[in-house]
């Protein structure tokens, strides 16, 4: 079964609203998160890095305050994608890593988002 | 920074053997991960290596060579089912995962 859950899978929203995509490593407890975006026939492409307890780390270029990111507690990440636009439609998919190594790494179902 | 190169696609035949290969220029090192990733879904593990050398599993085979800052991608006994993207990516600290550009897998009959 699934180590991490993504929720929505696909969600659609008007130009203009916010939506908020979650994260959720199911049996585990995750300090670090990360979160990626992924347009179509690329490769995944990483945004930020959700640190539990404080500020997200973001990716040179990823504006901070269009992509809010909560992580609040150690099994729960937060995107909100704020005052969407159609350029943001895109597959966002997020991961998270079991054990001390890191080198297990799970990722979320992954969540497309459609902004009309 | 990081820079990771892939074929950007391949064509094999079902049946044969195709090697997917990864070149990478890192400032740190913690690993080197294959994933394979069908369309609209989200990236399923295939493989990692941190030492030099070959690990295998199964139909799948990943090199590392470290001192080259390469790894290939080697499937065996090609199925229809594997026509996929291969993602090779590689981690720095901390899990956190550089993607190279993907490459898209097509096997015909």
């Known amino acids: 079964g699934a180590v991490v859950s993504q929720h929505p899978s696909r969600v659609i929203c008007k130009s203009g609203t916010s939506v908020k995509i979650e994260c959720r490593s199911l049996?585990?407890?995750?300090?670090?998160m990360f979160w990626y975006r992924q347009f179509p026939k690329k490769s995944l492409m990483l945004m930020a890095t959700s640190n539990e307890g404080s500020k997200a780390t973001y990716e040179q270029g990823v504006e901070k305050d269009k992509f809010l990111i909560n992580h609040a507690s150690l099994t729960l990440s937060t995107l909100t994608v704020t005052s969407a636009h159609p350029e943001d439609s895109s597959f966002y998919i997020c991961s998270a890593s079991r054990g001390a190594s890191g080198n297990t790494i799970y990722f979320g179902e992954g969540s497309w988002l459609t902004v009309v | 920074g990081q820079n990771i190169d892939q074929p950007t696609e391949m064509t094999a035949t079902e049946g044969a053997i195709v090697q997917i290969n990864c070149t990478y220029q890192?400032?740190?090192?913690?690993?080197l991960f294959w994933y394979q990733q069908h369309a609209g879904e989200a990236p399923t593990f295939l493989s990692y290596n941190v030492l030099d050398g070959l690990e295998e599993k199964g139909r799948f085979s990943s090199f590392l060579s470290r001192s080259k800052g390469y790894s290939y991608l080697l499937l065996k006994e090609l199925q229809m089912k594997d026509s996929a993207s291969y993602l090779c990516a590689v981690t720095g600290t901390a899990s956190k995962l550089t993607f190279g550009t993907g490459t898209r897998l097509q096997v015909t009959l």
């Open positions: 890192t400032s740190g090192f913690n690993g």
């Open positions: 049996d585990f407890q995750a300090t670090t």
